[in-house]
């Protein structure tokens, strides 16, 4: 089994930053993307930002320029630094992992952060 352990979350005045991260450990060959979504109250779950594992990134047109994805590949580890954060943003922030482990491709999901932007 792969455990995903997210953190970061939290209550932000809109303009401020938070930084999520979430630590993939088990049963890990090696891990191709690692992705970033988010649920937001009556909107269907979204691809926030993704990273490949040879560092390429895609983003989310509404988060372009204020959010940014990286990884750690020694560390299984995915951050997703947000800055200039907006009430927009609230969500539920799920990491996703594609795990590759005795040659076969697997998809994992973290629980959840959530990030709420408010005054």
């Known amino acids: 089994q792969v455990q995903l352990v997210e953190s970061g979350g939290g209550l932000v005045q809109p303009g401020g930053s938070l930084r999520l991260s979430c630590a993939a450990s088990?049963?890990?060959?090696?891990?191709?993307?690692m992705n970033w979504y988010r649920h937001a109250a009556g909107n269907e779950r979204e691809l926030v930002a993704g990273?490949?594992?040879?560092?390429?990134?895609n983003y989310l047109d509404s988060v372009k320029g204020r959010f940014t994805i990286s990884r750690d590949n020694g560390k299984n580890m995915v951050t997703l630094q947000m800055n200039n954060l907006k009430p927009e943003d609230t969500a539920v922030y799920f990491c996703?992992?594609?795990?590759?482990?005795?040659?076969?491709?697997?998809?994992?999901w973290g629980q959840g952060t959530q990030v709420t932007v408010s005054s």
């Open positions: 990273i490949t594992r040879g560092g390429s990134t």
């Open positions: 088990g049963r890990i060959s090696s891990i191709n993307a």
């Open positions: 996703n992992v594609e795990v590759i482990w005795l040659g076969a491709r697997y998809a994992y």
